[in-house]
Nanobody, 120 residues
């Protein structure tokens, strides 16, 4: 039900946008979270947007990343001023109740992930 895309190889300081296409009966009704997982590390919350359009961000990306609903079925994560520490596989996830949480266990659906690599 979720398809993530847009990853790639960029240099530090560059920008990149990743997208999550949502399929289902009511795409706008889901809360959408973006998570990332770097090699050897736990999957961590990056940003999320609730069904009521409220955005939430991890402290590490505040001021650099922006999450928004591009249309009825797509949630984008605009990433600016990327750093090598942002290198990871980025996953989008959906919560049926429309809320956002940094607890990955509470999301019912997951996309396949898209790799973002930031070189120094």
């Amino acid at each position: 039900q979720l398809q993530a895309s847009g990853g790639g190889l960029v240099q530090a300081g560059d920008s990149l946008r990743v997208s999550c296409v949502i399929s289902g009966r009511t795409p706008r009704g889901y809360g959408i979270g973006w998570f990332r997982q770097a090699p050897g590390k736990e999957r961590e919350f990056v940003a999320g947007i609730s069904r009521w359009m409220s955005p939430f961000y991890a402290e590490s990306v505040k001021g650099r990343f922006t999450i928004f609903r591009d249309n009825d079925v797509t949630v984008d994560l605009q990433m600016n001023n990327l750093k090598p520490g942002d290198t990871a596989v980025y996953y989008c996830a959906a919560d049926e109740e429309g809320v956002v949480t940094n607890d990955r266990r509470l999301y019912e659906y997951w996309g396949q992930g898209t790799l973002v690599t930031v070189s120094s």
